[in-house]
C-alpha cells in the first residue's frame, strides 16, 4: 500500500510512470437540472422522465425497475439501461456517461451503452460503439447548449475521473407517506415548493420562545432525520429542511408582533404535518406580493447601515460602510465597464456573472492521480457530536442562502436554551447528518438544495464581484467536518499550501518571502495571480485527486461537489450553475482547493528541483524566488502544467521583483510579466526595497486617515458605536500591516497624529486635542485605565517581532522546503504565552512610568479605572437586544466620570450651591440621586438572584427585634432596622441568605484617606458587617453578606464573592457556561451602575413647581373641540 506522503513526494514520477493510457473513456460531465440524457439543461426542480424508461405503473412490487445502483425507484429522474446487463440506472448515480454519449443517446434512440461493469468486460465493444458515433456526437454537440454557454466546438479526449459511484439507499420515495401526500407527489410538491420560495424576499420572523418555537424545531429535527436515517423521505428531507423556515417564519405584515406570530406558526405547523403544501406557498406568495421591493443598499446610505449593523453586534459588515469599502448591489441588467488587458469593455452584469462562472472543462491524463487509496475508517467522524455543531453555529455569521434563515436565525434554534431539549436534539441531528455526509456516497439529486446559493453581485468600482451566500446549516456542517479534518488537511497540504487552516499562514509566508528576497543569492522574486482562479478550478480532476491527497474530507467534497451548484440571483428570477471550481459559501471550499492544487504544486517543484528555486501558495496566489533562469523554467512549468488542474496563471495580473541592476535582462526572459525592481504588494503586506516600502506603506496610511476621518465624523453622533467600530474593525486594518511589514514606526506617526486630533476630540466631544498627559493614558489598554488607543509608532515594530516569533516554526518549514508540516502545538502555545507576558510588560512600563508623572488624585482614578470589571462597559460590544447601548450624552460622560475630567455643557453651580465638578455631582444628596445608585443595584441583585433559583427573594425585610439580646458595640439595634435583600438556598439548601448594599464614591475625601484600594473596600466591608453580622448570625440565624461597590465599577472582595455564587447557581439552572453567565452578570451590573451614576451627574436638582393641571378621569379627550375646527 502507497502511504499519503509518497503520493505527495512522487507526483512527478506518477505522471511519468504511473499514468497509463487508458481506453477512449469519456469523464462525467455535469447533468441538466432534469437528469434526461441530451435534454437542455433547463435549470428547473420539474420530474422529467425518460420516455425510454419501463412503465412502472406506480407498481410497488415491481423490483425489477429499481435503479440498480441506488434501488431506487427510476421515475424519480432520468435513467438509461446498460446494452450489456440489461440492467437500468439513474443518470445520476452512474459516473461514466460523458457529454458527448448523453448527445448520442439523445439523438439515436439505439445506441449503445454500457455499465461499468460491463464497459471492463467487453472493452472492445466499447470502444467500437464509442468510435461509430463520434461524429453524430460532435454534431449534436454543437447545436446543443450546456448550461451557461453554448458549446462552439467539439470536445474530445476526454479522460475517465474515478469518483466513487453513489451508495445504496433503503429508502423508496414511491412508499412514502407524508400527511395526505404520498409517494411522487410529495417529491413533485416539494420541488414545486422550493422553486417558490427560493424567489422570495427574505421576511422571516424570529422563532418563538415557548411551545409553537419547540414544535418548529422538532419538525426540523424530524426532517433532518428523515435524511439521516435513509428513509423513504430521504429524496426530499434535505429539500423540505430548507423550505420549512421560508413557509412557516413568514412574517404576515410588516408591524407583526410575537403573539401574531406564534398563532399564525401554530396554524402553518398544522398544515405542513398534513402535508398542505399548496395552502402554505399561497399564503406565502400572498405576503410576498405585498412586500414593498427593498432598498438596494447604497452608498450615501452609509453612516445608516453602520449603526443598524453596529446595534446588531455585526462589526465586520458594519466596517465595510467605512472609508472605501462601501458597495452597493448591481441590476443584472446595468452594463458595468472593466479594464482588460488596457482596454475598457462594456458588458452587461448578467453576462459578466456567467463569463466568471464557465463550463466544465474534461479532465486530462497526465492531471490524474494513480494508485492505491487509503482506507478512512468511519470512526474518526464519530466526534462530530452535538456539542460541536453548537459550538460551530455560534461561530458562523453572515447572510442567509436561498432558504432565508441567516446565521442568527441558526444560532437561535441551535443555541439557545430557551428551547431545551429540542435544540439539543436538532444539533444531534445534524451531527448524525454530518457523520453521513462525511463517510456516504450521497445521491447528488438528493442535496440539490442544501449546495444551493444565492449570488449577488457587488460594484466592484470598477467591474462586477460576484458574492456566493450558501445556506447556514451547510456553512456549519462544513465548519464542523473541517475541525474534525482539519490535522489531516494540514499533513496534506502543508507547509508549501498555507491556506488550509494554518494558525498565521499568511504572515509565514510573508516572512518567508522577504527572507527570500534578503537573500544576496536570490535575483527575483515572481507574484503570480490566476485568472477567475477559484471558478475556474477542474472540479472533476479534483473529486478525483482529493480521495489521494485527503481521503479523509473526499466523501464530503464529492457530495457537495458532484453535480452543479445552482446560483440564486438576489432579487431576481435569474439563476446560474457553478459548475468549476469552488462554490462561495462553503466552509469546505478552502480546503478542497488547497488539497485540488497540491498535485500542481508538488510537479512543478519536481521539474524545478535542480534549479534552487523556492515556492509558497496562498490559495491561488503563488510565489517563488530564485535566479532569473530557475525562476524562468518555474513559470514556464505552471503555465504548462496549471491548466489541466484549472489554474490559469495572468500574465497581466503576475509581478517579477528583480534586484537592482537585473530589469533590463529580466524584461528580455519575461516579455509578458510585469516587472519591478522597487518592489509590489504581497498578501497585504510588501516585498521589496525601502524605498518601495516606504511608498507603500505612506499610501497606506493617508488611506487609513481618510477612513479615521470617516470615523471620527460618525463619533461626533454616535461615541460608543464609533469606538467599537474603531477597537473591533478599523484597528485591525493597520495591525495586520504592523505585523507584517518592518521598520514603519516612523511612517505610523501621521496616523498617530490624526487618531489625537479627529478622534479621540470626536469621542470626548471636545473641540480641542487631548493632553500629552491624557494621551498616553489612552494608549493603555482598558484593563489597565486606557481605551486601547495605542501609539502605533511605539507598537508597530514590537508586534513585527510578535509575529516573526509566533509563525517562526512555519516560516522555517517554508524557507527549506519540507514535504510535510507538523505543528508543535505546545512549542506554539509557549510562545504565544511568552509573546502575552511581554506585550504585558511594556504596558506596565509604561504605565509606570505615566503614573510617577501623576497627581495622586488622577492615580487613585487610573487606578480604579484599572479595576477588574471597570472597563466591561468600554470592551462590550453596543448591541441593542441585551441593553448595552449608551446615547451621545451618556457615553462622553462615562468617559468623564472614567477620567474625572469636567462635563461638557453642565451648569457650573449645583443647586445646594457648590462648584457643579463631577465629584460632588457624585456626593451631593439633592434630588435622592444617591438613593437611586442605591436601590436601582439592589433591585438588579434581588432580580439576579430570583433568575438563579432562590426562594423568598424580597427587598428591604424588617429584622427580628433583639429583645434584649446582648450585641457587639456599633451594632444596629433599633427595631425597625432592616437590610436591602433576604433570600433562601444562596449558600445552602433553605437557608437564609441577607445581604447589604452600598455604592461609595472613591474620590470623596473620607475616601482619599486610605492607602490604597483594597484598605477602603475593607473598611466599609468591615463597617457594614459591625451593624449587621452579630445581630443576624445570633438573632435571624443567617448569613449577612456586604455588597460593597464603587461608582466606578469596581466592587469589593465579599461582593465579588457573591457574584461567583451567583453565577455559578445560575449556570446550573439556565444550562449555561459558567464564564458566559459571569461575563453576563459583570456587564449587567456594570451598565446599570453606569446608568444611574450617569443619572446623578445630569439629573434635575431643583425645586418641583406644581402646575396646575386638569383632572384627566373626567375628561372625553375625544370630545375636544380643537378636533372639530375645520382648518
Known amino acids: ?16 510512470v504511473s499514468y497509463k493510457p487508458t481506453e477512449e473513456l469519456f469523464v462525467e460531465l455535469p447533468l441538466s437540472k432534469s437528469g434526461n440524457i441530451g435534454e437542455d439543461p433547463e435549470r428547473t426542480q420539474e ?71 460491463c464497459k471492463d468486460r467487453t472493452p472492445s465493444l466499447l470502444s467500437q460503439a464509442l468510435t461509430e458515433g463520434r461524429d453524430k456526437a460532435n454534431d449534436v454537440l454543437l447545436s446543443t447548449p450546456k448550461s451557461n454557454s453554448d458549446l462552439t466546438e467539439p470536445v474530445t479526449n476526454y479522460v475517465e475521473c474515478n469518483i466513487p459511484p453513489v451508495g445504496t439507499s433503503n429508502g423508496d420515495i414511491a412508499k412514502a407517506k407524508w400527511g395526505k401526500l404520498r409517494g411522487l407527489d410529495i417529491l413533485s410538491g416539494v420541488n414545486a415548493a422550493y422553486k417558490k420560495v427560493v424567489k422570495w424576499q427574505r421576511n422571516i420572523f424570529q422563532v418563538p420562545s415557548g411551545k409553537a418555537g419547540k414544535a418548529f424545531i422538532e419538525e426540523l429535527t424530524k426532517a433532518v432525520n428523515y435524511f439521516t436515517a435513509s428513509s423513504n423521505l430521504e429524496a426530499v428531507a434535505m429539500t423540505m429542511t430548507m423550505i420549512l423556515p421560508p413557509l412557516l417564519l413568514q412574517k404576515p405584515s410588516k408591524n407583526s408582533k410575537s403573539k401574531d406570530h ?30 414593498l421591493r427593498r432598498k438596494v443598499s447604497r452608498a450615501d446610505n452609509k453612516e445608516k447601515m453602520f449603526i443598524r449593523l453596529m446595534l446588531l453586534g455585526k462589526v465586520s459588515a458594519a466596517m465595510r460602510w467605512v472609508g472605501e469599502h462601501s458597495t452597493s448591489v448591481l441590476d443584472i441588467n446595468s452594463v458595468t465597464e472593466t479594464v482588460v488587458d488596457g482596454r475598457v469593455v462594456k458588458q452587461k452584469v448578467i453576462d459578466t456573472l456567467k463569463e466568471k462562472h464557465p463550463d466544465p472543462e474534461p479532465s486530462q491524463e497526465d492531471s490524474l492521480l494513480q494508485g492505491p487509496k487509503d482506507k478512512v475508517e468511519d470512526v474518526i467522524y464519530q466526534n462530530i457530536e452535538g456539542e460541536l455543531i453548537e459550538r460551530c453555529a455560534k461561530q458562523i455569521s453572515g447572510s442567509a442562502g436561498p432558504s432565508g434563515l441567516d446565521s442568527d436565525g441558526w444560532k437561535r434554534i441551535l443555541c439557545s436554551k430557551q428551547f431545551g431539549p429540542a435544540s439539543r436534539e436538532l444539533c444531534n441531528a445534524i451531527a448524525d447528518l454530518s457523520r453521513r455526509l462525511s463517510s456516504h456516497y450521497i445521491n447528488p439529486h438528493y442535496l440539490h438544495a442544501y449546495i444551493a446559493c444565492r449570488l449577488v453581485p457587488l460594484d466592484k ?29 494540514l499533513n496534506a497540504t502543508a507547509p508549501l499550501q498555507v491556506c488550509a487552516g494554518l494558525s498565521g499562514g499568511a504572515e509565514a509566508a510573508i516572512h518567508a518571502i522577504r527572507s527570500m528576497y534578503e537573500d544576496d543569492k536570490i535575483e527575483a522574486i515572481i507574484l503570480v495571480d490566476a485568472d477567475n482562479a477559484f471558478n475556474r478550478l477542474n472540479r472533476q480532476t479534483a473529486l478525483h485527486n482529493i480521495q489521494y491527497i485527503c481521503p479523509e474530507i473526499a466523501p464530503y467534497i464529492v457530495n457537495t461537489y458532484r453535480t452543479p451548484a445552482r446560483l440564486f440571483i438576489s432579487n431576481t428570477d435569474e439563476e446560474i450553475l457553478s459548475q468549476e471550481g469552488v462554490t462561495q459559501g462553503d466552509n469546505s471550499a478552502m480546503a478542497k482547493y488547497s488539497c485540488s492544487l497540491m498535485p500542481l504544486i508538488n510537479i512543478v517543484a519536481m521539474k524545478c528541483a535542480d534549479n ?27 503555465q504548462q502544467n496549471g491548466p489541466m488542474f484549472g489554474y490559469f496563471p495572468k500574465p497581466s495580473k503576475t509581478w517579477l521583483i528583480v534586484k537592482p541592476g537585473l530589469k533590463e535582462r529580466a524584461a528580455k526572459l519575461f516579455p509578458d510579466v510585469k516587472i519591478t525592481d522597487e518592489g509590489h504588494k504581497y498578501l497585504g503586506s510588501f516585498i521589496g526595497t525601502p524605498e518601495g516600502m516606504d511608498n507603500f506603506i505612506n499610501n497606506k496610511v493617508s488611506d487609513w486617515m481618510k477612513e479615521v476621518d470617516d470615523i471620527s465624523d460618525i463619533a461626533k453622533r454616535e461615541p460608543q458605536l464609533a469606538y467599537s467600530g474603531y477597537i473591533y474593525g478599523l484597528s485591525k486594518r493597520w495591525n495586520y500591516v504592523c505585523r507584517t511589514t518592518p521598520g514603519i514606526s516612523y511612517q505610523m506617526k501621521r496616523l498617530d497624529y490624526k487618531i489625537r486630533e479627529s478622534f479621540i476630540p470626536a469621542i470626548l466631544n471636545r473641540a480641542y486635542s487631548c493632553t500629552d498627559v491624557n494621551r498616553r493614558i489612552f494608549a493603555l489598554p482598558a484593563r489597565d485605565g486606557g481605551l486601547s488607543l495605542y501609539n502605533l509608532s511605539e507598537t508597530s515594530d514590537m508586534e513585527y517581532q510578535f509575529s516573526c516569533q509566533a509563525t517562526s ?9 519540507h514535504t510535510e508540516y507538523h505543528e508543535d502545538f505546545q512549542r506554539t502555545k509557549d510562545i504565544k504565552e511568552q509573546i502575552t507576558k511581554t506585550r504585558k510588560q511594556f504596558f506596565k512600563c509604561k504605565r509606570d512610568e505615566l503614573v510617577s508623572e501623576l497627581s495622586p488624585a488622577q492615580k487613585l482614578q487610573l487606578d480604579l479605572a484599572s479595576e477588574k470589571g471597570a472597563s466591561s462597559w468600554l470592551t462590550t460590544l453596543p448591541v441593542k437586544e441585551f441593553g ?81 439580646v446582648q450585641l457587639p458595640a456599633g451594632s444596629n439595634t433599633k427595631d425597625d432596622a432592616r437590610v436591602d435583600i433576604s433570600a433562601r438556598s444562596f449558600w445552602n439548601p433553605l437557608e437564609r441568605a441577607l445581604f447589604d448594599v452600598r455604592v461609595l464614591h472613591p474620590q470623596a475625601p473620607s475616601n482619599r484617606s486610605h492607602k490604597d484600594i483594597p484598605s477602603m473596600y475593607q473598611h466599609h466591608e468591615n463597617e457594614k458587617k459591625r451593624h449587621y453580622n452579630a445581630r443576624i448570625l445570633q438573632i435571624e440565624k443567617a448569613t449577612f453578606s456586604p455588597l460593597v461597590f464603587t461608582t466606578t465599577g469596581g466592587m469589593a472582595p465579599e461582593a465579588q464573592k457573591v457574584l461567583k455564587r451567583l453565577a455559578e447557581k445560575t449556570s446550573r439552572r439556565k444550562n449555561q457556561r459558567y464564564c458566559d453567565v459571569m461575563t453576563f452578570l459583570r456587564r449587567r451590573l456594570r451598565f446599570d451602575l453606569l446608568r444611574t451614576t450617569i443619572i446623578s451627574l445630569r439629573g434635575y436638582r431643583g425645586k418641583v413647581h406644581q402646575l396646575s393641571s386638569a383632572n384627566i378621569d373626567g375628561l372625553d379627550l375625544n370630545l375636544d373641540p380643537t378636533d372639530q375646527v375645520q382648518m
Open 1 to 16: 500500500m502507497q502511504t499519503r506522503a509518497q503520493h505527495r513526494a512522487t507526483a512527478a514520477e506518477l505522471n511519468e
Open 612 to 638: 534552487n528555486t523556492k515556492q509558497v501558495w496562498y490559495a491561488d496566489d503563488a510565489a517563488s524566488s530564485g535566479k532569473l533562469n530557475g525562476i524562468k523554467q518555474w513559470w514556464d512549468q505552471l
Open 461 to 489: 468600482k470598477p467591474g462586477v464581484r460576484p458574492v456566493g451566500i450558501g445556506e447556514v446549516l451547510r456553512r456549519i456542517i462544513g465548519k464542523a467536518i473541517m475541525l474534525v479534518t482539519k490535522n489531516d488537511i
Open 884 to 964: 448595552y447601548v449608551l446615547n451621545k450624552q451618556e457615553f462622553n460622560d462615562a468617559l468623564a466620570l472614567r477620567y474625572n475630567m469636567n462635563m461638557k455643557d453642565a451648569p457650573r453651580q449645583c443647586f445646594c450651591g457648590e462648584t457643579n465638578t463631577v465629584n460632588h455631582l457624585l456626593m451631593c444628596k439633592t434630588g435622592g440621586y444617591v438613593h437611586l445608585r442605591h436601590d436601582s443595584l439592589r433591585d438588579v441583585f434581588a432580580e439576579l438572584m430570583r433568575n438563579a433559583g432562590c426562594k423568598d427573594v424580597h427587598t428591604e425585610p424588617n429584622l427580628l427585634k433583639t429583645d434584649g
Open 809 to 817: 516554526g512555519l516560516t522555517e518549514a517554508i524557507l527549506n522546503e
Open 262 to 291: 406564534v398563532l399564525h406558526l401554530e396554524k402553518r405547523l398544522e398544515w405542513w404535518r398534513n402535508g398542505d403544501l399548496d395552502l402554505l406557498v399561497k399564503e406565502g406568495d400572498a405576503i410576498q406580493k405585498r412586500l
Open 47 to 117: 420530474i422529467n422522465v425518460d420516455h425510454d424508461a419501463p412503465d412502472v405503473e406506480n407498481d410497488e412490487e415491481n423490483d425489477p425497475w429499481l435503479c440498480f445502483a441506488c434501488k431506487e425507484d427510476l421515475w424519480s429522474s432520468g435513467s438509461v439501461g446498460c446494452d450489456g446487463c440489461s440492467e437500468w440506472f439513474h443518470v445520476g448515480c452512474v459516473c461514466n456517461i460523458s457529454e458527448e454519449q448523453r448527445a448520442i443517446l439523445a439523438s439515436d434512440e439505439e445506441s449503445p451503452w454500457f455499465c461499468s461493469d
